[in-house]
């Protein structure tokens, strides 16, 4: 017998073993296969074409069907899977579903088709025949753009044409519109597409009429659905006779050596905001090119980017693909296809793009490495980076990390020398960085009042900039309108039914609605106390839609617009938005950290941040971190043209290392700062953590599984060199509806870590589905 090991799509499976039954080959490794599981039949995934132990002959089943048979996957992709499986302890199959395009699993064709028309060779010869029927009828004086013209390539094939007598014959039999129909597919040469031909008056009837008697054809053909076209991504052919600075030259024959090299090695490169990071990706990708070898560029949202998007099309035209999550699934699946059949040589994506089926990778660029939209937040809870920096490893290629603003664990990594690091400390043309004052709110509002959003100082800017024409941006890391509702009387709030945390008020168009911003619960808030029936509810706290408010009041003529995820919503607003400003149709863009990323509008020349402490708060070994980072790039917004920039920071605690550092611009000051806090803590990346929550119906159930967990991992923590912290109520200690106990292990030796946790959740079947591990976390909460 024969047996393969295959994935199938059912959550913290591990890989199946099935039976090859004689009359099929054995599947490759990368092939769909459709396998049975319980009383269903599924697509799985061959991972390998041997299995893992020796099945029981009696138990195991046979393989329905063979789907493919070469790899769909290629076997690089199915080997990262498995890593992925493995390092973040999710099934095998949740990780070949990241890989896997829309529609893989199902049946049906996913490829969207036209019909095409085509004229045949007896077609042509009645339109010939027509031409010289005019031309004799009209004498030489035609014009000879009024005669049928035909392409050159089709010239022999008239030559295959019977009698020119029995043509005209045909031809007279044919109605106008049929000769119509005729010549217009004559002329174009090429086949043409029956949409295109009924806006020419060419019905569907007329053609399959012609393709009855034989002079035109009609096929189906495979059409790719392009989604530059759909979100009119422009494209900007690269300045090539753009000098690099000297630095932008150091740094690129610094890792232009790299690439030569052919073999896998990791590099920073640590460059200031706007010190022009983007064309040394350019040159380095265009170097690889060259080579041979394909790149993947990460970046942290496609319609953030649009200016980096455009630059790379407009250098590899048609041989980039893109690959995000806000594609539709046809386009997503025609890309990944282009892909699959080596039709491009630059893929352009988002966190899962990671696992974009090349097979000749040469360079993988994370631009904005330190983003946190690289980690996904459900299973497989994996980092795009860390997975980018394993796929290199693999096949040999160089990685390049890219930001202002470096994760703790690169630059720890950079530091170490495990990493080269390229280094960019200046803009580029020489221009300052934006110089950054803090404005301290406790004074504000002692002399100002307590309700104060905006200070005089950024108000005064603000106008000033409205003044010259040039434009602001407000960042605000809250969305919504007012943080909480309470009532006055009885102190009751708004509190989410389904989670430990109070409703996010929004601005609706009849009152206001109070959300939660993790269930998505919503409800209108009343007239009245629920309580205590006091009409004295009082909006509290402030978010985006107040700023954008209160800017329209004490600037009626400015013409603002709002970036958070609620103005966001629709498809393509987030790009129509930036594009606006980016064209000066608006003065000021308030908005979340989604202004705060990567985007170089040369005409803004202030940047003001209303609440600098946001993120402070969190219980959330990472908040410095988060802080700093925000901060320092939002700063990095302003002066990126000919003016030079400045940056306004309101905040409650003007002395905190994260706003004081960030503020100098200071990332080296920061970095041991937040190492040495972490090394006191044992946090990382000086240890590393696995955050294990269980979740319950109710506290205590939570809590019990939690607690016989830990029980049973303790006896490892002497040999895997792991302590554990807890179990303890989470800080989010309800979530939609479930109560969520939490602990995390700490160790230095990662895989000891993961094994032991492995092999205590592998023995408790029944609980596996509430219990969510996230090795690596971003956030504890
Ligand atoms: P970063 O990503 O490092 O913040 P960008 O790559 O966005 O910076 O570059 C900042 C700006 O400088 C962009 O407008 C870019 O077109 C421009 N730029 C980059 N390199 C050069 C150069 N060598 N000469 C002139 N302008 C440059
Ligand atoms: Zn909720």
Redesign the pocket.
């Known amino acids: 017998m024969r047996f393969v090991s295959v994935a199938v799509p059912v959550p913290f499976l591990d890989r199946l073993t099935y039976n090859v039954p004689d009359h099929l080959e054995l599947p490759v490794v990368g092939a769909r296969v459709r396998v049975p599981i319980g009383s269903r039949t599924v697509t799985g995934c061959v991972v390998q074409q041997t299995a893992d132990a020796s099945p029981d002959p009696d138990t195991v089943k046979d393989i329905v069907e063979i789907v493919d048979r070469e790899p769909f996957l290629p076997a690089g992709v199915v080997k990262l899977c498995e890593w992925v499986a493995d390092y973040y302890l999710s099934g095998i199959g949740d990780a070949i579903a990241v890989a896997m395009p829309p529609g893989a699993r199902s049946q049906a064709s996913s490829f969207k088709t036209r019909q095409v028309a085509t004229i045949t060779a007896h077609g042509l010869a009645l339109t010939h025949a027509l031409g010289e029927a005019l031309s004799r009828a009209l004498g030489p004086a035609l014009p000879p753009a009024l005669g049928p013209t035909l392409p050159p390539a089709l010239g022999p094939a008239l030559g295959e044409a019977s009698g020119p007598a029995r043509d005209a014959a045909q031809r007279r039999a044919l109605t106008s519109k049929q000769r119509d129909a005729l010549d217009i597919l004559a002329a174009a040469g090429v086949g043409l597409p029956v949409g295109e031909l009924r806006d020419r008056g060419v019905t569907r009837d007329v053609l399959a009429r012609l393709a009855s008697r034989g002079l035109v054809t009609l096929r189906a053909e495979a059409e790719d659905r392009d989604p530059f076209e759909r979100a009119a991504l422009p494209s900007r052919r690269p300045d090539i006779a ?4 000297s630095e ?1 030259r150091e740094v690129f024959e610094q890792l232009a050596a790299l690439v030569e090299t052919g073999g896998f090695r990791t590099a920073l490169l640590h ?9 040394i990706y350019l040159r380095l990708a265009q170097a690889v090119q060259r080579a041979g070898r394909q790149i993947l560029l990460l970046v942290p949202e496609i319609a953030l980017t649009p ?1 980096v998007t455009a630059l790379f099309r407009g250098a590899f035209g048609d041989r980039v693909a893109i690959q995000h999550s806000a594609l539709s699934d046809g386009e997503r699946h025609d890309q990944w296809h282009r892909i699959r059949r080596g039709d491009v040589d630059l893929v352009i994506g988002t966190r899962s793009a990671v696992f974009a089926p090349l097979t000749r990778l040469g360079l993988i660029v994370v631009d904005e490495e330190h983003d946190t939209s690289y980690k996904q937040e459900e299973a497989p809870r994996y980092h795009g980076r860390d997975v980018a920096i394993v796929r290199a490893t693999h096949e040999g290629a160089l990685v390049v990390l ?1 930001s ?1 603003t470096p994760s703790m664990e690169t630059y720890q990594n950079a530091v170490s020398g495990k990493y080269t690091q390229a280094t ?1 400390e200046r ?3 020489d221009r300052p960085l934006a110089a950054v004052r803090i404005v301290n709110m406790r004074a504000e509002y002692a002399e100002q009042g307590p309700d104060v959003i905006i200070s005089r100082d950024l108000a005064t800017a603000v106008a000033d900039r409205l003044a010259r024409r040039e434009q602001v941006l407000v960042l605000l890391n809250r969305r919504g309108y007012a943080t909480a509702v309470f009532c006055r009387q009885c102190g009751d709030t708004f509190e989410c039914p389904n989670c430990t945390i109070s409703l996010t008020v929004h601005r609706a168009r009849n009152g206001w609605r109070a959300r939660c911003h993790y269930c998505n619960y919503s409800m209108m808030v009343p007239k009245a106390c629920r309580k205590c029936a006091a009409p004295y509810l009082e909006r509290a706290g402030f978010g985006t839609e107040k700023v954008e408010e209160q800017l329209a009041e004490a600037f009626p003529d400015a013409r603002i617009g709002r970036v958070d995820r609620d103005s966001v919503r629709r498809k393509g607003a987030l790009a129509s938005l930036l594009g606006r400003f980016a064209d000066g149709e608006l003065d000021i863009l308030v908005g979340t950290q989604m202004i705060a990323k ?1 985007h ?1 509008f ?1 005409r803004v020349t202030l940047v003001g941040v209303v609440s600098a402490d946001v993120g402070l708060g969190l219980a959330d070994f990472r908040a410095a971190e988060r802080t700093f980072q925000l901060l320092t790039q939002v700063a ?1 917004r302003a002066g ?1 043209g000919e003016r030079t920039g400045e940056a306004i920071v309101q905040t409650l605690y003007p002395d905190h290392y994260s706003i004081q550092l960030a503020c100098r611009q200071d990332y080296r000051a920061f970095f041991e700062r937040e190492l040495a806090y972490r090394r006191g803590m044992r946090y990382p990346p000086m240890v590393a953590v696995i955050n294990t929550v269980v979740r319950g119906r109710t506290f205590d159930e939570a809590m019990q599984t939690a607690t016989e967990i830990v029980r049973r991992i303790e006896p490892a923590t002497a040999t895997a060199g792991l302590t554990v912290l807890g179990p303890a109520p989470a800080p989010l200690v309800r979530l939609r509806g479930e109560h969520r106990v939490q602990f995390l292990v700490k160790g230095l030796r990662r895989a000891d870590m993961r094994r032991a946790l492995q092999a205590v959740l592998a023995d408790m079947p029944q609980v596996r589905r509430r219990v969510t591990v996230d090795v690596d976390p971003l956030t504890v909460l």
């Open positions: 753009r000098e690099l600075t932008q460059g200031v905001t706007g010190s022009g990071k983007t064309e200016s890219g202002a960019m803009r580029v043309l990567g170089d040369p990095g990126r």
